[in-house]
Nanobody, 118 residues
Framework: QVQLVESGGGLVQPGGSLRLSCAAS??????MGWYRQAPGKQRELVAR??????????TYADSVKGRFTITGDNAKNTVYLQMNSLKPEDTAVYYC???????????WGQGTQVTVSS
């Protein structure tokens, strides 16, 4: 059974930092990423990491480039999102997503709330 379990959300002041973690189990993932959904808005891609051999390739939404960093630990099937210089507009529920090798079907975590507010 495939599972994605997120952790690390919370309340932080503008300019602060948070680190999200997503531990995956039940298969080998070819890509893992983070999406977010703010109230009244569509879910959007934040960052994604794609595995190719022993290398990981990261892509980012323009709105988070230079502030967020996605990294992966292939041995642990875990992906992290380091979020720095957080802004109120980063407030959302953050979801971890992953696709198994050979499949385009995404799996989703339960989501973790990130609130940026003074």
């Amino acid at each position: 059974q495939v599972q994605l379990v997120e952790s690390g959300g919370g309340l932080v002041q503008p300019g602060g930092s948070l680190r999200l973690s997503c531990a995956a189990s039940g298969g080998t993932f070819s890509s893992m990423g983070w999406y977010r959904q703010a109230p009244g808005k569509q879910r959007e891609l934040v960052a994604r990491i794609t595995r190719s051999g022993i290398n990981n390739y990261a892509t980012y939404a323009d709105s988070v480039k230079g502030r967020f960093t996605i990294t992966g630990d292939n041995a642990k099937n875990t992906v992290y999102l380091q979020m720095n210089s957080l802004k109120p507009e980063d407030t959302a529920v953050y979801y971890c997503s992953g696709a198994l090798v050979g499949s385009a079907l995404p799996y989703w975590g339960q989501g973790t709330q990130v609130t940026v507010s003074s």
